[in-house]
């Protein structure tokens, strides 16, 4: 009779601990399912090209670097250096490998009201290079890099230069949606907090509603903090149906190693890529990483490389 007393003393309590197993066990799943990102991560990329002469002699390097490291996008500056056809052999022989190349320009002056017309001549030059273009050798956007809060002006009357800005935008934006032709913008991931011309909350707003996407410049060392300077950006472009890349920077910098990459190992950039896009992902705006920028990014690797070769 004790004994019976006793096996049902010891099984009460395996039950339990088995029950409480069973909800820690729980517990962690769910943890885990809310980390997670619900989808799949969105790993395309993207990377800014400014030197464009290299096109002439590094094209089957660039399309390879670009299959083996996942580049869907290639901002591709434009330099009246660099003839038409040298392009359009180098939009082609993207073209075949699934990369979409974009042109790119920009300059702090076009943001003001003088700057405009150059601008322009960039949009005309585009129409006529595409219209003279076969299919594949088109480019299938144009990227507005224009920085005016690096001069003077931006401190001393910065209402003045948003209106120029945006009064220039809105030139720029209505060429190429005549060419119907994808706009985008680089942008500071501070700008959200800026406000837009005629008194509007947040300029970042104002211009993800005009165009078609923008890359939010979100230079940190750490793919949390890229997110997380980014996610005002991905949240208006989910609203507006638009498309945001987070920029990562991988080049030299005097401006401080936290905004960099490029003192970091390898595996740490890797990991950090890829909690940036796995946070991004959440989100239905997130066109993947833009990465600062082509020669920066082969200097990484070749320098890596380099080292486990000592």
Avoid: C
């Avoid at 680089?186 to 947040?202: E, K, N, Y």
């Avoid at 970091?264 to 833009?290: I, P």
């Amino acid at each position: 009779m004790k004994w019976t007393r006793r096996l049902r003393f010891i099984s009460a309590k395996a039950k339990l601990k088995l029950i409480s197993l069973v909800a820690v066990i729980g517990l962690l799943l769910l943890l885990i399912l809310i980390l997670l990102p619900s989808g799949p991560v969105n790993e395309n990329k993207a990377t800014w090209l400014w030197d464009a002469s290299i096109i002439r002699s590094d094209t089957d390097q660039i399309i390879e670097f670009s299959g083996r490291e996942g580049i869907t996008t290639i901002f591709l500056q434009i330099q009246r250096g660099v003839d038409a056809e040298e392009y359009r052999s180098f939009v082609s022989a993207a073209h075949q490998q699934g990369i979409s190349v974009h042109a790119l320009d920009g300059q702090p002056e076009w943001a003001y009201e003088a700057g405009r017309s150059q601008g322009m001549e960039l949009l005309n030059w585009l129409d006529e290079y595409n219209a003279a273009s076969a299919p594949e050798e088109k480019f299938e956007g144009v990227q507005f890099d224009v920085e005016p809060y690096v001069l003077r002006r931006w401190d001393v009357e910065q209402q003045q230069v948003v209106e120029e800005w945006s009064a220039n935008m809105e030139v720029w934006v209505a060429e190429a949606n005549r060419q119907n032709l994808p706009i985008s913008a680089a942008v500071p991931f501070w700008l959200d907090s800026t406000p837009g011309p005629g008194g509007s909350d947040s300029f970042s707003r104002w211009i993800i509603e005009r165009t078609d996407a923008i890359a939010v410049m979100a230079y940190r060392d750490s793919g949390e903090q890229m997110y997380e300077l980014s996610k005002e950006e991905l949240e208006q472009a989910d609203e507006l149906g638009k498309l945001v890349w987070i920029g990562m920077e991988l080049g030299d910098t005097d401006e401080g190693d936290h905004l960099t990459f490029f003192a970091k190992s390898e595996q740490e950039m890797e990991d950090e890529a890829l909690h940036a896009a796995s946070l991004g992902s959440e989100h239905a705006s997130f066109a993947g990483l833009a990465v600062h920028h082509y020669e920066a990014w082969v200097h990484k690797r070749t320098a890596m490389a380099d080292d486990e070769n000592r």
